[in-house]
Every structure is written in structure tokens, then in C-alpha cells.
């Protein structure tokens, strides 16, 4: 089998387009890694905020996830199919971000719920990203990410809980783990990308 100019030109580009989209993606999950420890750490050392406080929280957090997709969505390195997938998973998070706001004085079990879906669209959207993305650095990490937050997701959609106190424990202790995760994955794929261009 022969390659052509063109075919080595495509190649190139198309390793060119993944070492951008792996240097915007490592910036990306190091903020998102950061704020949810941040936040997890909040939760956790105030378990008994109110149902109002905790639901601004998570809806403030579920939009900067959510803006961070809608971002990734438009950028030209992201294949067509998965910018639609962004652009979707972004959108809702948005809007899950906006529910928080609107209905947390009303239920705890709605506020679990709207954290759930963000989580498991997030995770979903990274997952799918790394793999259906041939050749993208630290790809299992990112696949283990979008898992663990899928996980997250479905334990939170799943569990009844009785009390704030019981969601916000909960809720703390998914943040730091992931956050820890995504930090790790940050640096990592930094790394990697430093020896790829060194």
C-alpha cells in the first residue's frame, strides 16, 4: 500500500488536530478538576447548608461544566458527530445548572436528580470522545474519567436520599474523587504532549 502527498498531508493535520484538541482538553479537565475539588471540599466541610445554598452550588458548578462542552462543541478540532453530542450534553447541563436554581427549596430528591443527569451526560460526552478519537493521548484516562462520572451520575440518580446533610456528604466526597481524577489526568496528558512536541 502507497501514500500519496495528500495522504500523508491528511495524517499529519489529522495528528496536528488531536495534539490541539488533547492541549485545549488537559486545560479544560485541569479547571473542571479543580473546581469540583473546590467544591467538593465546600460541601463537605458545611454538611448542614441548606437545601437553597447547596442547589445554588451545584447549579453554578452544572453551568460551568455545562459552558466548558458548549466551548469544546464549536471548536474546529472536534469531529461533526461529537460536536453535535457536546453541543447537546452542554446545552443540558446548562440547563440542569438553571433547574438547580429554580427548584432546590422544593425537593432534595429533584436537586440529586438534576446532579445525576449532569454528571452522567458529562460522562458521557467525555467517554465518547476518547473513544471514538484513534490516537488521542492519555485516551484511557479519559475513557476512566467519563466512566467514573457516568458512575457517579447513576448512584446519584439511584439513591434515595433523606436529608441534605446525607446529599451534600455524598455529593462532597464524588467531587474530590473526581476532581482528584481529572487533575491527575490533566497533568498526565500534559506531560505526554511535552514529549510528543519535545
Not at 453554578?60 to 471548536?75: H, T
Not at 453530542?85 to 440542569?96: D, I, M, P, Y
Not at 462520572?149 to 456528604?169: E, K, Q
Request: net charge positive; aromatic share 10%; proline share 3%.
Amino acid at each position: 500500500m502507497t501514500f500519496s502527498l495528500n495522504d500523508s498531508q491528511g495524517l499529519h493535520g489529522r495528528g496536528e488536530n488531536l495534539s490541539r484538541l488533547a492541549h485545549a482538553g488537559w486545560q479544560t479537565l485541569l479547571g473542571a478538576g479543580i473546581a469540583s475539588v473546590a467544591l467538593g471540599a465546600i460541601v463537605l466541610a458545611w454538611p448542614e447548608a441548606s437545601l437553597l445554598v447547596v442547589g445554588v452550588l451545584f447549579g453554578l458548578y452544572l453551568l460551568v461544566i455545562g459552558a466548558f462542552q458548549l466551548a469544546g462543541a464549536f471548536s474546529v478540532y472536534v469531529p461533526g458527530a461529537l460536536r453535535v453530542l457536546g453541543f447537546v450534553s452542554g446545552a443540558l447541563c446548562v440547563l440542569l445548572g438553571l433547574l438547580c436554581f429554580r427548584e432546590p427549596a422544593r425537593s432534595i430528591l429533584l436537586l440529586a436528580l438534576w446532579i445525576g443527569f449532569g454528571w452522567l451526560l458529562r460522562g458521557v460526552m467525555l467517554a465518547g470522545v476518547a473513544l471514538s478519537t484513534k490516537g488521542m493521548p492519555a485516551r484511557g484516562w479519559q475513557v476512566f474519567v467519563g466512566f467514573l462520572n457516568v458512575l457517579a451520575g447513576i448512584v446519584m440518580i439511584d439513591l434515595p436520599f433523606r436529608s441534605i446533610a446525607v446529599l451534600t456528604v455524598v455529593t462532597g466526597v464524588f467531587l474530590v474523587v473526581m476532581g482528584v481524577f481529572e487533575v491527575f489526568h490533566a497533568v498526565r496528558l500534559r506531560g505526554l504532549l511535552k514529549k510528543a512536541t519535545g
